[in-house]
């Protein structure tokens, strides 16, 4: 595929050329090495681009991260249809569904995207107010970002807040194909797994790995596909 | 009507952009900050910002992020970002914590400054600025169309070019036609300062399109009023009687509101949203009564 020559200038790097696969994978927000892991053990025709801020892609011009941008990256990059998978790692997954939700792709992948324990209002506000006192206070996530390279900035989370009324109503709204991957690194109770991957409204498989290396995710995303 | 062009126009580089402030008095006195609201500028305070100022303040009403001549937005998921371009802007500034006066969605701004950054604020006013109305805040029905809608804005605001208008005049009657109670001569204020040139020779609003886009994300009532109640200042809160644009809440989700805040309460009989502007004599008695008390019984 081409990316649009006249795309704004943070529009991710390594972009594959030619890709008949359609899978598309948005790394982690903050992750050190952007989409290198992934591209590493990806097979070719996936792509993974660098998402603004991160690898050899610039920060967005704002300086500022919110899951808009993946969202319109993902509908840049992916040819829409239903045989393409969007990949949304963690704190990723809520644009990942958000595109699927607007029927951007056949089919949606979250790993580690079920969301944590609920919060109730005050501590969602509490989670909200230290966050943004802590991004105050840490200059090198104000000072202007580097050119290239992990953006300090990155480090913090989107702040997309959630409920379970929330997510039960919005991945209700889903009726495409979802794997949900849980790794160890994941936050979402464990007993609860099984009952949040019953939301989506379509067919939703639940898949526990032991390893949250890509790899592995790699692996359980293209049996999944494989599979049907 | 008597605007007073600001006396000092300052651009301030803070979290990764530049935000304009218009300055009216003395920087020595006690700082002053006005936030205007949605897709609006801070130049809609030249009538009211030097009678502040004449009560013995600095006042700096600032072109939000996105607004104005401040910097740009990439996306209208930007209310935190907003709340740390004021966090830091009030450090940056330096001369300690500021008296706020904010209109509409500049007021949920200094709520959320105020509770989130206490040190930061000694008194509050909110101009008709309690936030949306439950019905707001409920996922649309058709979510796959609202995020097609959404989808479709962004490119065709990146890929595109904004409406050029043939002139001033002609964007001032769409703003009056947008806000039917703001006076053909504040509407043309508004237009003016609200516009730059476009590339075509034309004019296009200043205010970045970018500010109206979102994704689906939580926000309720519950939350609303956790973030008001987190207010430690005093607060004074300023509303219309009249039916209109953008003021849209019942009497009692007012009452509930002005509850969260702990706030004193005025009512100016006759305006509508933009309280300060159809009535600034009206406002001005309700800031002087506000802040006369405030710094008899706070102080310096």
Redesign the interface.
């Known amino acids: 595929m081409t990316v649009?020559t006249?795309?704004?200038a943070?529009v991710p790097a390594n972009v594959p050329e030619n890709v008949p696969e359609n899978v598309m994978v948005l790394h982690d927000l903050g992750a050190p090495l952007g989409g290198a892991p992934w591209r590493a053990v990806a097979p070719s025709d996936w792509i993974v681009p660098d998402l603004p801020g991160h690898g050899t892609s610039r920060a967005?011009?704002?300086?500022?991260y919110?899951?808009?941008?993946p969202?319109?990256i993902a509908?840049w990059l992916l040819p829409a249809g239903t045989n393409s998978t969007l990949i949304g790692v963690r704190e990723q997954a809520?644009?990942a569904l958000?595109h699927a939700?607007?029927?951007?792709c056949g089919r949606v992948v979250v790993v580690d995207g079920l969301g944590g324990p609920w919060f109730t209002?005050?501590e969602?506000?509490d989670l909200?107010?230290a966050?943004?006192?802590a991004?105050?206070d840490d200059r090198s996530a104000?000072?202007?970002?580097p050119s290239s390279g992990l953006d300090p900035?990155a480090r913090y989370p989107?702040?997309?807040?959630?409920?379970r009324a929330?997510a039960q109503?919005?991945w209700a709204?889903i009726d495409q194909p979802v794997l949900a991957i849980e790794t160890p690194a994941s936050v979402t109770p464990i007993d609860e797994r099984a009952e949040r991957v019953a939301w989506f409204a379509g067919r939703s498989t639940l898949a526990v790995l032991e390893s949250d290396e890509p790899a592995a995710i790699v692996a359980a995303v293209t049996r999944w596909r494989r599979d049907g | 009507m008597k605007f007073r062009t600001p006396d000092r126009a300052e651009m301030v580089a803070v979290n990764r952009t530049n935000l304009r402030l218009w300055c009216w008095g003395d920087p020595s006195l006690p700082p002053v900050l006005l936030l205007h609201g949605a897709y609006d500028h801070g130049r809609m305070f030249d009538e009211i910002a030097p009678q502040i100022a004449a009560l013995g303040y600095h006042v700096m009403a600032l072109d939000f992020r996105g607004h104005g001549d401040s910097g740009p937005l990439d996306t209208g998921f930007a209310w935190a970002l907003l709340h740390l371009d004021l966090a830091m802007l009030v450090r940056h500034l330096g001369a300690g914590p500021v008296g706020i006066v904010a209109h509409s969605f500049g007021g949920g701004q200094a709520i959320g400054l105020a509770g989130a950054f206490p040190e930061l604020v000694r008194w509050l006013v909110v101009i008709d600025g309690l936030g949306p109305p439950p019905a707001a805040f409920v996922m649309p029905h058709d979510i796959r169309s609202a995020i097609q809608d959404t989808a479709s804005r962004t490119d065709r605001i990146v890929f595109g070019e904004p409406r050029e208008w043939d002139s001033v005049e002609e964007m001032a009657q769409r703003r009056g036609a947008n806000n039917l109670r703001l006076s053909d001569e504040w509407a043309l204020h508004l237009a003016r300062h609200g516009a730059r040139r476009g590339q075509h020779g034309g004019w296009v609003w200043k205010a970045d399109r970018m500010f109206g886009l979102g994704v689906p994300s939580e926000f309720n009532v519950g939350l609303l009023a956790e973030e008001h109640r987190r207010v430690q200042c005093p607060v004074l809160v300023i509303t219309g009687t009249e039916h209109d644009t953008w003021r849209d809440l019942t009497q009692e989700e007012e009452t509930e509101r002005i509850g969260w805040l702990r706030a004193r309460h005025v009512a100016v009989p006759g305006t509508g949203h933009y309280v300060h502007l159809e009535d600034p004599v009206a406002t001005l008695a309700a800031i002087t009564e506000f802040t006369d008390v405030f710094e008899r019984e706070v102080g310096p």
């Open positions: 649009p006249n795309v704004p943070n967005p011009r704002t300086g500022h919110d899951p808009m941008a969202v319109a509908r809520h644009s958000v939700a607007g029927g951007g209002p005050r969602q506000i909200f107010h966050s943004l006192r991004i105050v104000t000072d202007p970002a900035r989107y702040g997309v807040m959630t409920s929330f109503r919005f709204t």
